[in-house]
């Protein structure tokens, strides 16, 4: 499987039909795989912080969230066929999952997860969500909500709490919930299932300015938005200009 780097973390070059079929494998394998969905700004963040950096890395899956990542790939002579984003590939692949697998929504605001679990049966009426619960990424509640997923022993958790939270609690976690094979930090996804949020047009996501969209309905998003479209792109731009300029001071 291709892998391209991207400030230093691995991306995986799929399409969505690859990574429909990568996940259906990784659900039915013997292994406890973890999947993340980076975005433009969760790469600033693990520049920042080394622990993140580490989960991205320790990862089975990380799949092209936001259109920032397609043209970071090609600035850097890389490739990526194109944007896999975390709520459409869990939309797609929770309609082709059937009895034998019980899914498990954790996080966004009390009542979304469980609204969120009714618009899933409404799409595929064989989907088993064996719970649903808010929560909260505080060390403090892990015990209870451990005790809870246990009990409901699903082959997916997805787990709401926004990044990093949300996949540093998975990493934290995941080793003590045998039950599951697939567990995948899903941001907002909840929220756009629910019907709290709604997605961008079709046409505004084609164009790559998803980001517009989200910065008018949620202004009070603009520092992410800002990281995403400024900082990251200023970021990938200083990284390739420091490869180069190593590689002509190592030329003999
Ligand atoms: N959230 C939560 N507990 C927290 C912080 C966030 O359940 O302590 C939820 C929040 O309600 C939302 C999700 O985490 O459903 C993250 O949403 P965000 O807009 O940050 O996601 P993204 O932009 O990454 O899709």
């Known amino acids: 499987m291709e892998r ?134 505080s060390p403090a509640d892990a015990p209870s909500i451990l005790d809870r997923i246990r009990a409901a022993s699903p082959s997916i958790l997805l787990v709401a709490y926004g990044a990093p939270a949300q996949d540093l609690w998975i990493h934290t976690h995941l080793r003590t919930l045998p039950s599951v094979r697939l567990a995948v930090g899903v941001g907002g996804t909840f929220d756009f299932w629910a019907g709290k949020r709604h997605r961008a047009p079709l046409w505004l996501q084609r164009l790559g300015l998803e980001w517009l969209w989200r910065l008018v309905r949620e202004p009070r998003r603009w520092r992410r938005i800002f990281t995403a479209v400024v900082v990251f792109p200023w970021m990938v731009v200083r990284h390739k200009k420091d490869a180069e300029s190593l590689m002509q001071s190592l030329r003999p």
Do not use: K, Y
């Open 4 to 137: 391209i780097h991207l400030l230093g973390i691995p991306i995986d070059a799929l399409t969505m039909e690859q990574a429909l079929v990568r996940l259906r494998a990784l659900l039915t394998g013997d292994a406890q795989c973890h999947v993340m969905t980076p975005n433009s700004e969760m790469l600033v963040a693990a520049v920042c912080d080394p622990a993140f950096a580490a989960v991205l890395r320790s990862t089975s899956l990380n799949l092209p969230d936001s259109a920032g990542l397609l043209w970071a790939a090609r600035w850097t002579g890389q490739n990526l066929p194109e944007r896999v984003a975390g709520v459409d590939a869990m939309t797609r692949f929770l309609e082709q999952v059937g009895e034998d697998h019980g899914v498990f929504l954790l996080g966004a605001d009390e009542g979304i997860a469980a609204r969120a679990a009714d618009a899933l049966r409404a799409r595929n009426p064989r989907l088993r969500v064996v719970g649903t619960h808010a929560g909260s990424p």
